[in-house]
Structures are given as C-alpha cells and as structure tokens.
C-alpha cells in the first residue's frame, strides 16, 4: 500500500511547487518585465506621492472635479460588525448592490441621483452611468458623454471657458481597445489631474 501512496504524495508535492509557488513567481517576474506600471497597480503619482491607481475609481465630490460612477462597495460597521456601511470604491470589498431593477431602494436612489444632476445640468440628458454602480464598484472610468454632462458645473466652479473643459474631456477621452473591444471611456483620476494642471497654468 505504501508503494502506491508514496507516488500520489510525490506528485502532489511536485504539482504544489510547480503550480502554487514556481509558475506565480515566474508569472510575476516576467509581467514586471514585460508591463511594469500594470504589474505594480497602475499606480498615478504627483508630485513623487502615489494619490491612485488607473484601475480604480476614488470618490470627488467637491464640485471642481469630475465624478464618477456611483459606488455599491461597502465595509463592516466598526459599531456593529453584523451591519455594513458605505465605502465607496473599497477594492477589500469589490461588488454591486444586487439590487435587482424594481429594488424600491435601487429605484429611490436612482430617481433621487437624477434629479440633483437635472439640477446640475437642466440642458442635457442625464448620462446613464452616472446614476448606475459597475459590477465591480471600483470603475475608474466614465463616458465621454457623462463627463461632457459635467462641464458646465466644473468650468463654473473653476472660472474657466467650458470650451477649454471640453477640450480636456476631448483629450482624455480613450477610444476602443484596438479599435474594437469595449467603449470610448474617460478614466476620471486622469481627467481631473489634467483639470489641475490646467488651472495652475
């Protein structure tokens, strides 16, 4: 019996090694050659400190800069660890509300989220990502047409030309994954780091 078992425990040891320790490392090592800014994070960085990644969206609220998506992510309540709060864009927790479409609490939220951007901006229609969490809640990125939604807020509350705000949309605006997968997006990080650097100059 032992002569049989002394294989199996062999190849599992062997298969341990190879799969769980040797093929990640050498994974790791030759994604860190290969893309080194995606291998650690896709990190954005100003003034020589990390403020975000590329991968993942981060809350703005003050009316200067560009907002993204709403965010269902959420983290234990530090008062009652059987609840939940709101924490946006928290990557520990990545998910969606599951709020299915007739959700009153969905619908309340969306209806809610509306009419302060119809409030924002009476002229156009209100974007539909801008009032909708992604699958993962951690989106970083919006449409050209929800960041052209917000131009006229952002150039008021900045004193600059909206035609100057919408060239910076214009600018950062990414087209199609080789032409074909996916679509045109804005990442919202970027946006509002170019927004800056504009306004400073």
């Known amino acids: 019996m032992l002569k049989e ?12 090694l190879i799969t769980g320790l040797v093929y990640p490392l050498a994974m790791t090592a030759i994604a860190g050659v290969i893309f080194p800014k995606q291998a650690q994070g896709s990190l954005i960085e100003k003034d020589g400190k990390v403020i975000g990644s590329a991968l993942i969206g981060q809350v703005f609220a003050d009316d200067r800069y560009f907002h993204g998506r709403p965010s269902a992510t959420n983290t234990p309540d530090p008062k009652d660890p059987t609840k939940t709060v709101d924490a946006p864009y928290n990557a520990a927790n990545s998910g969606g509300s599951n709020l299915g479409p007739t959700n009153k609490a969905l619908v309340d939220r969306v209806k809610g989220d509306v009419d302060k951007l119809k409030q924002e901006n009476a002229s156009a229609p209100v974007p539909i ?7 993962s809640g951690l989106d970083p990125h919006i449409s050209p047409e929800a960041a052209l939604f917000q131009v006229p807020r ?45 306004t400073t100059k």
Request: glycine content about 6%; aromatic content about 0%.
């Open 5 to 16: 078992i002394r294989p199996a425990i062999l190849v599992l040891v062997l298969l341990t």
């Open 154 to 198: 952002v150039a008021k509350a900045r004193n600059l030309p909206e035609d100057r705000v919408r060239q910076l949309v214009s600018e950062r605006t990414e087209g199609r994954l080789v032409g074909l997968l996916g679509e045109p997006r804005v990442n919202v990080l970027a946006l509002n780091l170019a927004l800056d650097a504009a």
């Open 129 to 135: 990502d801008l009032v909708t969490t992604s699958g």
